[in-house]
């Protein structure tokens, strides 16, 4: 399935998460605007407000199509290294989903710890270089361009690991409930989930807390981004949700799964969590 023939419902109906056609409005506006706007400021707010999740998550994707030259390198970025032992204790299966894979940077890592991986990314690019690296190195690896919301994949997986923070990247808990659900269908009876979230402190300053009740009034007043929590906003070109201290324990409850493993990596400010959904 190519991104461009993919469609996902989201909040407020169909939309199409292609990297394709023209952006919304309002995510032009909103572009517009945080261009013009300081970090956290009213203009930056404003424009947070003013999304709907499907902008938020058709600008998230479309920012990936600027990185690739970022993504072609050999990086040495990999807390998954300092995971391995301890997923191995919940799962021996060796076979491996890498959800949201980009160019197979964590897929690599995976491959050479000895499992067999299958990657999913919507960015067609992306793809390209993750098949390109994979086919230098040897890895035990193949990648699938699809939107991992509507991804139909032709086998279960013993791990469906989720590309580091990027849980915290889609916009509303309906729709990292929805994530939680189709990485769920996609692994074995007793096959296990990694998702992981920031250790960055809560947003809570005086500073955030205007951004977001300026975010939360222009949501109300266009109609755009009315499902926003505290703790949402916008850092760099992404939205990011910051959790409260167990806010996502709660979240994970709620949405019927349970923690395994809980595993922080300091050096990379990063916490994962093994999931395995509830029977
Ligand atoms: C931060 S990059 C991660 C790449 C890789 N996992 C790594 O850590 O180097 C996030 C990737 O998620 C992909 N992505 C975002 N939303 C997606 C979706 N709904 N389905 C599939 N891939 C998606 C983007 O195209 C991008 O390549």
């Known amino acids: 399935m190519s991104a461009s023939e993919t469609t996902q419902t989201v909040g407020d109906g169909a939309v199409s998460v292609s990297s394709r056609g023209a952006l919304t409005l309002r ?6 605007l945080r261009k013009w706007g300081s970090t956290h400021g ?4 404003v424009a947070l407000g003013l999304l709907r999740p499907p902008d938020i998550l058709e600008l998230l994707i479309r920012s990936y199509a600027y990185q690739l030259s970022d993504y072609d390198c050999d990086d040495p970025f990999s807390p998954e290294r300092q995971i391995l032992s301890r997923l191995a204790e919940h799962t021996s299966g060796r076979s491996l989903l890498s959800v949201f894979c980009g160019a197979g940077r964590d897929a690599g890592i995976f491959c050479e710890a000895g499992y067999r991986v299958v990657g999913v990314d919507v960015q067609p690019g992306m793809i390209g270089l993750a098949r390109r690296k994979a086919e230098a190195a040897g890895w035990d690896a193949e990648f699938i361009e699809a939107d991992m ?4 994949l032709p086998e279960r997986y013993d791990v469906a690991y989720l590309s580091p923070v990027m ?8 729709l990292r409930r929805r994530l939680l659900d189709a990485m769920a269908s996609h692994v074995k009876p007793d096959g296990v989930i990694v998702i992981s979230a920031r250790t960055a402190p809560p947003s809570d300053d005086a500073r955030y807390r205007r951004y977001y009740r300026v975010a939360r009034l222009t ?3 266009t109609a755009g981004f009315r499902q926003i929590v505290y703790g949402d906003r916008c850092d760099g070109t992404f939205f990011v949700h910051h959790y409260r201290p167990g806010e996502l324990e709660r979240e994970l409850d709620v949405a019927g799964f349970d923690i395994l493993d809980d595993i922080t990596v300091d050096r990379h400010a990063i916490r994962f969590l093994i999931l395995r ?3």
Request: net charge positive; glycine share 0%; charged share 20%.
């Open 42 to 45: 009213v203009l930056d707010a």
């Open 219 to 221: 949501a109300t007043l």
């Open 149 to 152: 919301y509507a991804a139909s």
């Open 27 to 32: 995510a032009r506006i909103a572009t517009r």
């Open 277 to 279: 959904p509830r029977a």
């Open 167 to 174: 849980y915290a990247t889609q916009p509303t808990r309906a």
